[in-house]
């Protein structure tokens, strides 16, 4: 009787391994199972022009590392998208120098679309439709020519600024941020998680050394 019950403790002993051993290795697996961040198509200013067949206004025109990056999201087509382009052009020999473009196409791409949802999220500025633009830390829901004076205003106050704002870089703060608090959260539940299947496994051990205690008292009192 005492050979037999030895077995089953010895292999409840032996599950209760194998959990923690299951639970350790799906919590190492974890952190390994996240998106990937996509490889998204762009244009700058200048194929953004001939893609709407505007005729570019580019002489003196070239992109540097201290403008700041015009982000627009845009539709194929979009009328209104190419009244902002065609503003944008015009401007150029005034305002060329203070910034470059950054165009996502969203109506035939879907990986541009969903970036566009992040960005309206991140912003906090609705996704009412393209175009969509963001210069520093403003955001234009739209476009007319009403928007011209504040969008002068938004490119040189932006150039301006000694520290300047770049919604793609803190979007991308953002995510390793939350990364990095997810791994750190993974790591805390992992070890609590390991320090609480142990404390079971001993538990039960003891547990186990206890009733086999017993068994050999009431196998010596029947002798």
Same mark, same amino acid.
């Given at each position: 009787?005492?050979?037999?019950?030895?077995?089953?403790?010895?292999?409840?002993?032996?599950?209760?391994? $194998?959990?923690?051993?299951? $639970?350790?290795?799906?919590?190492?697996?974890?952190?390994?199972?996240?998106?990937?961040?996509?490889?998204?198509?762009?244009?700058?200013?200048?194929?953004?022009?001939?893609?709407?067949?505007?005729?570019?206004?580019?002489?003196?025109?070239?992109?540097?590392?201290?403008?700041?990056?015009?982000?627009?999201?845009?539709?194929?087509?979009?009328?209104?998208?190419?009244?902002?382009?065609?503003?944008?052009?015009?401007?150029?020999?005034?305002? *060329?120098?203070?910034?470059?473009?950054?165009?996502?196409?969203?109506?035939?791409?879907?990986?541009?679309?969903?970036?566009?949802?992040?960005?309206?999220?991140?912003?906090?500025?609705?996704?009412?439709?393209?175009?969509?633009?963001?210069?520093?830390?403003?955001?234009?829901?739209?476009?007319?020519?009403?928007?011209?004076?504040?969008?002068?205003?938004?490119?040189?106050?932006?150039?301006?600024?000694?520290?300047?704002?770049?919604?793609?870089?803190?979007?991308?703060?953002?995510?390793?941020?939350?990364?990095?608090?997810?791994?750190?959260?993974?790591?805390?539940?992992?070890?609590?998680?390991?320090?609480?299947? *142990?404390?079971?496994?001993?538990?039960?051990?003891?547990?186990?050394?206890?009733?086999?205690?017993?068994?050999?008292?009431?196998?010596?009192?029947?002798?």
């Amino acid at each position: 009787m005492k050979k037999n019950y030895l077995e089953v403790l010895n292999l409840s002993s032996l599950i209760m391994t $194998i959990l923690v051993l299951i $639970i350790v290795f799906c919590f190492f697996m974890m952190p390994f199972v996240v998106k990937a961040s996509g490889n998204y198509k762009t244009m700058d200013l200048k194929a953004s022009l001939k893609d709407e067949g505007i005729e570019p206004n580019l002489d003196n025109y070239k992109e540097t590392d201290d403008q700041i990056t015009i982000y627009l999201f845009s539709g194929k087509g979009c009328g209104v998208c190419r009244n902002f382009l065609t503003f944008l052009n015009s401007i150029v020999p005034e305002y *060329g120098k203070y910034f470059k473009l950054v165009s996502y196409e969203t109506w035939n791409d879907a990986q541009n679309k969903e970036l566009l949802n992040k960005v309206a999220l991140f912003t906090g500025v609705p996704n009412e439709g393209v175009p969509y633009i963001v210069i520093g830390d403003e955001v234009f829901g739209g476009y007319y020519s009403g928007y011209d004076e504040d969008i002068k205003k938004a490119i040189t106050t932006e150039y301006n600024k000694k520290v300047k704002y770049d919604i793609m870089e803190e979007m991308s703060k953002d995510e390793k941020d939350n990364k990095e608090t997810s791994s750190s959260n993974i790591g805390w539940n992992l070890l609590f998680n390991i320090l609480g299947s *142990g404390a079971v496994i001993l538990y039960v051990h003891f547990s186990n050394k206890k009733i086999l205690a017993r068994l050999e008292k009431l196998e010596l009192k029947r002798k």
